[in-house]
């Protein structure tokens, strides 16, 4: 059940996250405005170190370097998400990336990438996506003001 709550709060957290780095990339500029969130995120990270009672730095030296690119990746995806919602509306915006994510969350299950367990992408799976693509499409073609 804490896997569904996390869930949730992570993707509104997502959701709001992402609307306002882009009003706050309107004033200061899309790279300001990462610049501040990322190193937000790494002043409170480290502080959260201190108190963190699993830390194993060696463990850096032990892991797949591959890995370690997910700081790459954080600033990807801020930018990407200031630039979808600034160019679309929210809500699309964060369904197209939600359809991205579900495709691609599907591609590691299925081929097991970077060491996932594979899960079989069956076809209620693929009803599934599709639904949810038809849903962004709906979404997406909706007057405003409808």
Not at 112 to 131: H, Q, T
């Amino acid at each position: 059940m804490l896997g569904y709550l996390f869930s949730i709060i992570a993707g509104a957290a997502m959701s709001f996250q992402g609307v306002m780095n882009t009003r706050l990339g309107e004033k200061v500029g899309i790279f300001a405005s990462n610049a501040y969130v990322q190193g937000t995120a790494f002043a409170l990270s480290l502080l959260a170190l201190l108190f963190a009672k699993d830390t194993n730095f060696n463990g850096f030296a032990q892991t797949n370097k591959i890995y370690l690119f997910g700081g790459v990746l954080g600033l990807v995806i801020t930018v990407t998400v200031m630039l979808s919602i600034k160019n679309l509306s929210p809500v699309v915006a964060i369904s197209v990336i939600l359809v991205s994510q579900l495709i691609c969350a599907a591609l590691i299950d299925a081929f097991g990438i970077l060491n996932s367990e594979k899960v079989a992408f069956s076809w209620n799976k693929y009803i599934g996506a599709a639904l949810m693509i038809c849903g962004v499409i709906l979404l997406k073609w909706t007057p405003h003001g409808a």
